[in-house]
Structure formats: C-alpha cells, structure tokens
C-alpha cells in the first residue's frame, strides 16, 4: 500500500545534494513517496541513488526538466497516485509545505508553491522577468499568479494524465497559461479519451491508453474491420552521421516487413 503523494524529484549532477534531499524525506516525511529521475548525469548521482537503495528512474541520456519530470508523471500515472509534486534535487524546496498544498489541492487541479504570498518581491533582474510573465499570464487568462516560475508545484490525477501524456506541455509557465485558458484540443489524447466518457463519440486511442479505463467499465471497444488504416512510418537519424551497415540493414528489413 503507497501513499497518494508522489514526490516527482528530477535530478541532474545531483551528487552533492541528492543523499541529503531523499534521506530528509525517507526520515522525516516516510508518508509521501517519492522518486527520483537521474536525467541522464554525467556524475555519480545514479550510483549513489543505488548505494543508499533509492527509488529511482535511471534515464540513458538528458531529456531536460520537461523530459525528465514527464517520465515521473507517467510513473505516478501507471502506479495510481493522485497527486504529484515537483520537488527539486537541490533541496532548495521545503517538504513541510507539501501537506497544505496537497490539502489545497482538493479544490484545485493544480496547487503553486508561491514565494511571494506574504513577502514582496526582491528588485533584481531575475524578479523582473517573473513579473513580466505574471503580467503576460494575466493579460491572456485573466488570473493572477504571484509566483509563475515557482518550481514546486502539485497536480491532481487528472493533470498527472494531461502532462504525462500531452505533448509540449513541461513544467514551465507556458503551460500554467495554456492549462488555464478555455480550450476544445482534440489533438489531445486524455481530451479524446475523456469525451469518449462522456458519449461524445467514438476515439481512435492507443491500447496502452484506455486499458485502464476499459477494465473499469467506463469505455468499451469497437471492432470496426471495414475499416482500413494506412500506416505512415518515418525513420529519423542525425544528419551529421554516416549511415552504417547496420543502419542499412534495418531500413532495408522495415521495407520488406511494410511491404507485406
């Protein structure tokens, strides 16, 4: 049995401060889960998360903050939890605020950890850009955020899904503004999906996708094998990189199977 709580914690050469972090919440705060997403560090951040036998999500290579934290969105989605908090490695994020954000949650899909409620903000340049994008959110949403680059944020199941699954929506004030604004996106597969509960219509969805929700009953499947799709397939490689025998190889085994 797990918490509700996954503490999403996006790690990149960590090393200094990763043991320290993670070993606060396992003694102090052991009613939140968490795990932590080795972005791809070039130091000893993943071996040290396996010497103290951390949960942890170990990525080959670096997929920056948008990637990393997404991998942790869609961990949080495939075990079932209803909130997920960004957390960040460097412990500049405070764990005893965690439960009134998760209490204010109830209420809210998403739950900013803001810096400035009660305190004005300092005068300097990087202040100044956070007031710009405050002023921007507010001109095209109409709502006031006092803290739109504050990086500990909470999110209830139904954003775990949106972020997990959407495309270009990372952990960033563009996507507070997008999320926030009235929209119809059917190129989205949660929006799809969640229509397709409603009886708005029929949603061509991946597999992996609706399995849970076909299981609870809430969707069911159509055989329709009249119809017929066609597929396209890309095969993409750097364009500074001679192709290999291997490569050709591949390529030629993809044709003969598309052929078919």
């Known amino acids: 049995m797990h918490s509700e709580v996954l503490l999403i914690i996006p790690a990149y050469n960590e090393e200094d401060n990763i043991a320290r972090v993670v070993g606060t919440l396992e003694s102090d705060y052991p009613q939140y889960d ?7 560090s070039k130091d000893g951040t993943a071996s040290i998360c396996r010497e103290h036998d951390f949960r942890f ?5 670096n997929l920056g903050l948008a990637g990393a934290f997404q991998a942790g969105l869609k961990y949080a989605d495939k075990h079932g939890y209803d909130c997920a908090i960004q957390f960040d490695a460097d412990g500049q994020h405070r764990p005893e605020y965690v439960a009134p954000m998760v209490a204010a949650l109830a209420d809210n899909d998403i739950v900013i950890g803001s810096r ?11 202040m100044f850009g956070n ?22 944020r909470a999110y209830n199941r139904r954003m775990i899904r949106e972020l997990a699954y959407g495309p270009n929506l990372g952990p960033e004030p563009d996507t507070l503004a997008y999320l926030i604004k009235p929209r119809f996106d059917l190129w989205n597969p949660i929006a799809a999906m969640e229509l397709a509960k409603l009886d708005c219509g029929i949603a061509l969805l991946a597999s992996y996708l609706v399995e849970d929700a076909v299981k609870k009953g809430e969707l069911c499947t ?24 291997q490569m050709s190889a591949f390529y030629k085994l993809l044709r003969e199977y598309y052929k078919k």
């Open 34 to 40: 968490y795990v932590v997403v080795n972005d791809g």
């Open 116 to 126: 400035f409620v009660d305190a004005p903000k300092p005068k300097s340049m990087r």
């Open 222 to 245: 159509l055989n329709v094998p009249e119809l017929d799709f066609t597929v396209w397939l890309q095969v993409l490689r750097h364009e500074q990189k001679a192709v290999t025998p």
């Open 131 to 152: 007031n710009l994008i405050e002023a921007m959110i507010k001109l095209t949403t109409g709502m006031k955020i006092s803290d739109p680059t504050s990086g500990m």
């Open 57 to 61: 999500l170990d990525l080959p290579i």
